[in-house]
């Protein structure tokens, strides 16, 4: 008999709506197994484990009434915690927000409680979204469900994490150079980062504005479409979201890919990316020709500028997002000890945040310098136009671009973390999306050496329905998805640990 | 230094001055959120959100009537408005900015390349406008200093993200005199746009000066300061005044000058040194990555000139044609939009004679008797308690003889304090002039009967007995009596008495 903490999203929304189950049965089953396994995985920096179970029953109440009912009513689901929640700390995996209590609730926060969904609590993450392992977090790493040894991915590793181990049905985390798609992949779950400006960034701390993107962590194609599907859309808080009408992505799910043109771009098949990747991105273009999609050999001829390109703009924004930490208005202070304002300014920042968000607000700052900014900032947003233009010219013979989504599979913890240009280079494959403003997915493909393998999908920019379409067709004759990691569940213990806040 | 010393050879010298002047604008909102943009002396903190107040995870969104009305100033100045706009992060710490950047312009403004006409001893001189372009405020710091003698600040928050209006002139203007005619043509504009409240003293206007000196027949610039914390009109004049003869001082005395900030200190009238060019900030600007550029359609500008109030320069060259005013009275009724309504609205609401005789006579008034009078209580036109409609009765009243000229200034005089109509004034207290026949020959028999020695000297052909009896009938009417009405019934009884 299956545990109602493996159901699917889709699953369990027929269930929930037959009123076979309830979502306050649904949701205790995943604090049940928060409380069994997270100490392993170490994903929830916050349970709300109350106000989950109060969402339940007016989630319930709904369903009872046919009152309103989404996909998402009575779901369970956990947030990265760089997603702004009224009344639940929200810290962005940074010690300088360990005690911020926002008050005002994300946009995307405040449509899924309007669709009816549970919200379990907030989960791990680099700080400030700054990393691929979510070793970054203040909090400690969050480990990866199928071998702890390893990292998750990151940074939003914890969100991932939580959907691989059974401790919430989804999740949402957000992407600016693959911090969705690339946890998505070491962890065996579906990993979507849509087109920017298809989901409100309001309410989402900003790492670097011009990439940043929400996106939803489901184990299946259908759970990731019923979720985009919940929170994209126009918002007119977010002057850069767009005002493009919202398809219904579950519908686009035909299961149908004859004739769909996928690309094979050559630039991501490279020396580097770990052979048992390439074996599993290959298998994977087999099934595609099999289920009659057409497959092309592309270029994307300055996917080798992407990363260097990336590491100018992403950290010249983050200097000036993350100048507003200043320890005046909210947030760590620290005065003690400090003979002036820039003093008490130069002590918080450097107690507040690690080294690697302090690495990027110095780089960021250096490329944005007077006598700089031609060679650095200007430069980089050239490569970013030819990225651009080189997806557009891609997009105008085929559909879907498929390529590995990270070029190994879940590294040790430790491994990487005082290489900061290895850990770079985790993210060489998806940082290209993000600069093209483009939308991508990734998905389980298969396994090396045990450990999962994603390959990502590539989407024209508003075509989140047809990478779906891909994707959900590869899940009809695959299992990989459905694949579990082994955790021995840990004896419940009565109480949290007091890391764990419960609000 | 001394300026008695500089000021001998300052005629050598020529003064560049260029005026950065920033602006609030009048909207109902802030510039990128919903919090209300009057705060006045609300309580601090009061018109905040988690967008103005920098919190994690919010974004601005642009507040369309702030770019409306940055595009009628550049009309008015007569502006290039480019096809494309975009906004910046000027980047800095300090804690009245919550965001740890400014979101303002950088290469695109809104407008460039504008030009404001100054009326300076009958000619008219022409000021270049580089740039306008649109920011955001900052907040406030309030420093105390408690019972302990312990000092620390406090932030409020009200002001931050107030649309601000940056207007940068080019260094065309040569005197400290020309820098405040530029000052007040540009606060008149603003005002008569309806963009400003142009209140100078509550900060909503301010401005910054660059100033240089170099020696006359000399093209390059010489090293300019920036001058800060102007307040007023005058202090403008007066700032500017004192920091160039400190720079010809200075390089008098074979010194340099350093490139610098300046503060000027009101109270001593004097700038004092702020920041050298050395300390000054690396403001990083790069494009706002939360706002995407902005393309100003063609025809939301022509909209907007369509709709362009008229602006002081058109109004004063009309007060001129069509009431046929002095260029002075013109000059000074059409500086300010709320005395040039309330002049117009003077005019239109008088009934007696032509309407060039109405304008002479309102402008008369306003120019003279009702400034005095706000001048003494420190008011503006907003502030009068007489209507236009008021006034116009006054005037009517004096035009038709009813009270004297010198009853009208007692009778605006209490009007002005308590906003009673003047002509309910005038019936009230009985302060009509005489003009009862009767009466008046009543009052010159009785003064023909006390003055024998007048009468002697007018029946010898001496007529200014005449005015010595007129003056006697004033005395006796305590100035009800006019003297036009009086002479032919003096003058009368006089010739009848000589008849006998």
Redesign the interface.
Known sequence: MSALWNLSIAEAGERLRRREITSVALTQAHLDRIAAVDEQVKAFLTVTAEAALEDARAADKRLDHDDRVTGLTGIPLALKDV??TKGVR?T?GSRF?EH?V???D?TVVRRLREAGAVTLGKVNMDEFAMGSSTENSAYGPTRNPWDTTRVPGGSSGGSAAAVAAGEAMGSLGSDTGGSVRQPGALTNTVGLKPTYGRVS??????F???LDQIGPFTRSARDSAILLGAIAGYD?????SANVPVPDYVQALTGDVRGLKIGVPREYFVEGTEPGVVKVVQDAIAVYRELGAEILDISLPHTRYGLAAYYIIAP??A??N?????G???GLSVREGADD??DS?MHTREMGFGPEVRRRIMLG?YA???GY?DAY?KRAEQVRMLIRQDFDAAFATCDVIISPTSPTVAFKLGERTDDPVAMYLADLFTIPANLAGICGVSIPGGFSEGLPVGVQLLGQRFEEATILRAADAFERVTDYHTRWPTLADTVAKPKRKSTKKLV | MTTTAASGVAHDYEIVIGLEVHTQLLTASKMFCSCGARYADDAPNSHVCPVCMGMPGVLPVINRQAVEYTLMVGLALHCQIPEFSKFDRKNYFYPDLPKGYQISQYDLPFCRDGYLEIQLDGQTKRVGVTRAHLEEDTGRLVHIKDGMGDAYSLVDLNRAGVPLLEIVSEPDMRSPEEARLYMQKLRAILVALGVSSGRMEEGSLRCDANVSVRRRGETKLGTKTEIKNMNSFRAVQRALEFEAQRQIAEIEAGRRIIQETRGWVESKGITVSQRTKEEANDYRYFPEPDLPPLTVAREWIAEIAERLPELPDARRERFIARYQLSAQDAEQLAADRPTADYFEATVAAMTRGDEPSRAKAAANWLNGELTRLMKEAEQEVADLKVTASGLAGLLDAIDAGTISTTQGKTVLERAFASGEAPVAIIQREGIAQLSDTTELEAFARQVIAANPKAVEDYQRGRTNAVQFLIGQVMRQTKGRAKPDSIQPILIAQLDALSAE
Do not use: H, Q, W
């Open positions: 997603l702004v929200t962005a927000l911020f926002p008050p005002y994300g960034r309001f309410g989402l701390i900003a670097a504005s011009s007119p808080a977010d002057s850069t010249a924004e200097s000036a993350l100048a507003r930490y200043d005046i208005k909210y304002l820039i300014l700052t944005l310098s007077s900014y900032y």
